[in-house]
C-alpha cells in the first residue's frame, strides 16, 4: 500500500467532489479527513479507551 502526504490526500478528496461544491464544505471535508486520519495515528499508537471507561467518564460529566 503506497502512503499519501496529507497534501496528496486533500487534493484527492477535493477531486472527488463536484465542481460547483461550495468552500465551505471543502474545507469541512478536510477537517473531517484529518480527523478521520488523526484518530487511526491514535488507535496504531495504542491511545485507546474501552467502551466501559467511556461511559464511566460521562457519568462524571
Known sequence: ???H???QN?????NRLPD???LDEII???YVLN???QGIQDIDAG???SG???AKDIEQW
Open 1 to 3: 500500500m503506497h502512503a
Open 5 to 7: 502526504s496529507a497534501k
Open 10 to 14: 486533500a487534493i484527492e478528496a477535493i
Open 20 to 22: 460547483d461544491v461550495p
Open 28 to 30: 469541512y471535508r478536510l
Open 35 to 37: 480527523k478521520a486520519r
Open 47 to 49: 491511545r485507546v479507551m
Open 52 to 54: 466501559d471507561d467511556l
